[in-house]
């Protein structure tokens, strides 16, 4: 069983418990057979409307998340369930598909292309709604036809990479560079 650490253990400025965020992690573990993992620290920026987040060790897994990424877009400072869980999903798929998927030859976070990191998260969040989460698939459609073209070669692409799985880093930048490449974004 992996443990879960939140940090900070009590939150001011959003209304967010540890619990909450702990409980949506261990189902996310749990659902997606992400247990590959002794220890998922999350450290969040409660201070951050923002809703970027980062891995910042896979040794043990810790995640760094802005408050914004976990946040109810319509409920300002309330943990969303479906929005944590997409992160957190997503974030350790990316860590498991580097220890563990074929995923070594993928350049670091910082040196991704906006094409390659959509296309990645596609695929993780295309992985989650297999394993029974909500996967907000319109708005995941929108961000890669904007990186990869609005073409029906792009719409391929996307559904190629939403339903897969076992891909390896070579052949989902294949896909994402080919459906740049068939709309004229190479």
Not at 30 to 57: T, V, Y
Not at 141 to 148: G, I, K, L, S, T
Request: aromatic share 8%; charged share 25%.
């Amino acid at each position: 069983m992996t443990t879960v650490n939140v940090t900070p253990s009590d939150f001011t400025m959003v209304e967010f418990r540890v619990e909450d965020i702990v409980a949506v992690a261990e189902r996310v573990i749990m659902q997606a057979d992400l247990s590959g993992f002794d220890q998922l620290n999350i450290d969040i920026d409660e201070a951050s409307p923002l809703a970027r987040a980062s891995i910042k060790s896979v040794d043990p897994l810790t995640l760094a998340v802005e408050g914004g990424a976990f946040e109810d877009t319509r409920r300002p400072r309330q943990l969303s369930e479906d929005r944590t869980a997409d992160t957190i999903g997503r974030y350790v798929l990316k860590a498991t598909d580097r220890i563990n998927g074929g995923f070594s030859d993928a350049p670091s976070d910082d040196d991704l292309t906006l094409a390659q990191s959509v296309a990645w998260d596609v695929y993780c969040v295309g992985r989650l709604v297999k394993a029974g989460f909500k996967g907000q698939r319109k708005r995941r459609v929108y961000q890669f036809r904007n990186r990869h073209g609005f073409t029906d070669a792009a719409d391929a692409a996307f559904d190629e990479l939403w339903t897969a799985s076992g891909l390896t880093w070579t052949e989902l930048e294949t896909i994402s560079a080919a459906a740049c490449e068939a709309s004229g974004l190479s």
